[in-house]
């Protein structure tokens, strides 16, 4: 349907009047027209967020850039740009698909209408309701090359509305929103870190902050409309195994209009992407040390019943069929890894029988190969009554355990954190240790935080005091030797729902623990993707005994970096890529002696 007509008001005075009346400002509804009855494209941007003309009536002439069917109109630019590098020389167009004139890229056009600011406020597009549009001829169409990022994130208006081309080199830093709204997130300046990873939250992380937003764009592909049939600009116009895209992938020579709408500046694509770099698939990474010890998170495992039924279940899979293919994902991640002991987050809280996700997992793995002395550790009821639940898995030739397991449901373990499982190992003819599985509360369902849970708004988002409090209660817990067995050293590992730098995890360390992946020296390292932000949610820490036997750590970045696509929905059953949506860590250490 289109939209109905503005009418176009003309306002003309007699010689004579308009010789003795002295000039006085144009009615709300006009503009006084420059040279030749028209007014620029560049007048009508002007040079801040919105249109100095909003509200006014104007004729312009331009060419038409892109057609945008998908978002509901056309962009236009100026036939000649002025000299002012402040405004930009393109407008959008609203119009409805059968409008008439049709019109395409190339048109030079004649348009009647009134200004406006369309989409959110803050981050509107510029645009003119048109009441006429005439076709007056052809017009040359040539994108503006940008090679650098603007000096500031606002300064991408003055590009708004415009066809331009990223030179790039230009990063892919998240893949999250390509399946379901066509989308990648891009920097200019390589692979971009959640501040919070890097620095303190304050004015550090804030700096970062402001850095990331400078040097971010969305690319999008000209449709407003979820779960697109094909990617039409990628090759082939889908994702496949030999092109996943991953996170770190490079795009050069890149070309769209510069579009803002959903409270960002993003690229609308007008041609597909015809220079990319693909980000390898990392080969599995190797430890040194006698034993290696992985962390895992498992993306919400949920076998239903356990017998087949009971999909879609609370929060894991849908169907058994997903379910499957998950598992058989995780198995494959776990028998590449090749630990001698696993730490695992996110298993469904459903008991230890033969019927729970636990065990049915640990069957897996013996059944799938190439060893079969996998067991489990038996927390007894629970740990907890969270939907979700931590668990330890071991092979049974490689680690002895100690004692009984221990767990801790006091304080904020009681019904946010999620209920820390320790238990104690002997490898070999080492000296026992005790390896601890943590899954701190998340940085989700704010509109539950209350008091210092509230987000601050400093790059540690809500339930920050309720992390904290788990920190300090983990380290109390552990001083008091909770599995009784006087162990030689403890490790923490596991999903704590905080970056590196943020309060929980410097309070660890204040209380003596050790960051493994400092201790090994990795350089940045991550293990998650989230808004096109880098870093570590899970993290391994060891205190003083451990220490001195630490080996080698690592990341296997299967996951974080992996599309959406390639997960246990519609992914390949048999391998690794995005079982999960966090990457797995490894550990190596001498243990046996």
């Given at each position: 349907m289109s939209r109905r007509p503005f009418p176009l008001v003309v306002l003309f005075a007699p010689l004579l009047l308009a010789a003795c009346t002295p000039p006085g400002p144009a009615p709300l509804d006009t503009v006084v027209a420059e040279e030749g009855g028209l007014v620029t494209v560049a007048r009508i941007q002007g040079s801040g967020e919105r249109s100095p003309l909003e509200g006014r009536q104007v004729v312009v002439e331009a060419v038409v850039v892109a057609p945008f069917g998908g978002l509901g109109g056309v962009f236009v630019q100026s036939l000649v740009p002025d000299d002012d590098p402040a405004t930009s020389e393109g407008l959008f167009l609203p119009r409805s698909r059968d409008a008439e004139p049709r019109l395409k890229a190339g048109d030079h056009v004649r348009i009647t209408g009134t200004v406006v600011e369309t989409g959110d406020d803050g981050a509107t597009l510029t645009a003119v309701e048109a009441s006429t549009v005439e076709r007056l001829g052809r017009a040359p169409v040539t994108p503006q090359r940008v090679s650098a990022a603007p000096a500031s994130a606002g300064d991408w208006e003055r590009y708004e509305g415009m066809?331009?081309?990223?030179?790039?080199?230009?990063?892919?830093?998240?893949?999250?929103?390509?399946?379901?709204?066509?989308?990648?997130?891009?920097?200019?300046?390589?692979?971009?870190?959640?501040?919070?990873?890097?620095?303190?939250?304050?004015?550090?992380?804030?700096?970062?902050?402001?850095?990331?937003?400078?040097?971010?764009l969305r690319l999008d592909d000209g449709r407003s409309a979820r779960d697109p049939d094909r990617l039409w600009f990628l090759p082939g116009e889908s994702l496949d195994p030999a092109r996943p895209l991953r996170v770190g992938s490079v795009l050069r020579d890149v070309t769209g209009v510069l579009d803002q709408r959903f409270g960002s500046h993003r690229l609308?694509?007008?041609?597909?992407?015809?220079?990319?770099?693909?980000?390898?698939?990392?080969?599995?990474?190797?430890?040194?040390?006698?034993?290696?010890?992985?962390?895992?998170?498992?993306?919400?495992?949920?076998?239903?019943?356990?017998?087949?039924?009971?999909?879609?279940?609370?929060?894991?899979?849908?169907?058994?069929?997903?379910?499957?293919?998950?598992?058989?994902?995780?198995?494959?991640?776990?028998?590449?890894?090749?630990?001698?002991?696993?730490?695992?987050?996110?298993?469904?809280?459903?008991?230890?029988?033969?019927?729970?996700?636990?065990?049915?997992?640990?069957?897996?793995?013996?059944?799938?190969?190439?060893?079969?002395?996998?067991?489990?550790?038996?927390?007894?009821?629970?740990?907890?009554?969270?939907?979700?639940?931590?668990?330890?898995?071991?092979?049974?030739?490689?680690?002895?355990?100690?004692?009984?397991?221990?767990?801790?449901?006091?304080?904020?373990?009681?019904?946010?954190?999620?209920?820390?499982?320790?238990?104690?190992?002997?490898?070999?003819?080492?000296?026992?240790?005790?390896?601890?599985?943590?899954?701190?509360?998340?940085?989700?369902?704010?509109?539950?935080?209350?008091?210092?849970?509230?987000?601050?708004?400093?790059?540690?988002?809500?339930?920050?005091?309720?992390?904290?409090?788990?920190?300090?209660?983990?380290?109390?817990?552990?001083?008091?030797?909770?599995?009784?067995?006087?162990?030689?050293?403890?490790?923490?590992?596991?999903?704590?729902?905080?970056?590196?730098?943020e309060d929980p995890m410097r309070l660890l360390r204040s209380q003596g623990w050790q960051d493994a992946f400092a201790q090994m020296k990795l350089e940045r390292p991550y293990s998650y993707v989230y808004q096109g932000l880098s870093g570590r949610l899970d993290h391994a820490l060891v205190d003083a005994g451990l220490a001195a036997r630490l080996r080698g750590a690592a990341e296997w970045h299967a996951n974080a970096d992996e599309a959406p696509s390639f997960d246990n929905r519609k992914g390949t059953a048999g391998d690794p890529w995005r079982a999960s949506d966090h990457d797995p860590l490894l550990l190596g250490f001498d243990l046996a002696r």
């Open positions: 066809l331009i081309t990223l030179e790039g080199p230009l990063t892919v830093t998240s893949n999250e929103d390509l399946a379901r709204y066509g989308e990648l997130r891009l920097s200019f300046d390589g692979r971009l870190f959640a501040p919070t990873e890097l620095a303190p939250p304050g004015t550090a992380a804030q700096a970062i902050a402001a850095e990331n937003t400078r040097l971010s609308q694509l007008t041609a597909p992407l015809t220079h990319i770099e693909q980000a390898p698939r990392p080969p599995v990474p190797v430890v040194a040390g006698d034993r290696r010890i992985a962390g895992f998170n498992l993306l919400n495992l949920f076998n239903g019943d356990g017998r087949g039924g009971g999909f879609p279940t609370t929060r894991g899979a849908a169907t058994q069929a997903d379910f499957e293919r998950q598992q058989a994902k995780l198995v494959a991640t776990v028998q590449a890894l090749d630990p001698d002991l696993a730490a695992l987050m996110e298993l469904e809280n459903d008991g230890f029988g033969p019927e729970s996700s636990l065990a049915g997992f640990v069957d897996a793995l013996n059944d799938a190969g190439p060893h079969d002395d996998w067991r489990f550790v038996d927390a007894g009821q629970g740990p907890g009554n969270d939907a979700l639940r931590v668990g330890m898995i071991y092979r049974a030739s490689r680690m002895a355990p100690v004692g009984k397991p221990a767990v801790l449901a006091e304080g904020p373990f009681r019904d946010r954190s999620r209920v820390p499982l320790a238990q104690a190992f002997r490898a070999g003819r080492g000296p026992v240790f005790v390896v601890v599985a943590n899954h701190f509360k998340s940085k989700g369902g704010c509109a539950e935080a209350k008091g210092g849970d509230v987000d601050r708004r400093d790059g540690q988002a809500c339930f920050n005091a309720t992390r904290v409090e788990s920190a300090r209660l983990l380290t109390a817990w552990l001083a008091k030797d909770p599995t009784r067995t006087q162990p030689a050293g403890h490790l923490l590992v596991g999903d704590f729902n905080a970056y590196n730098q």
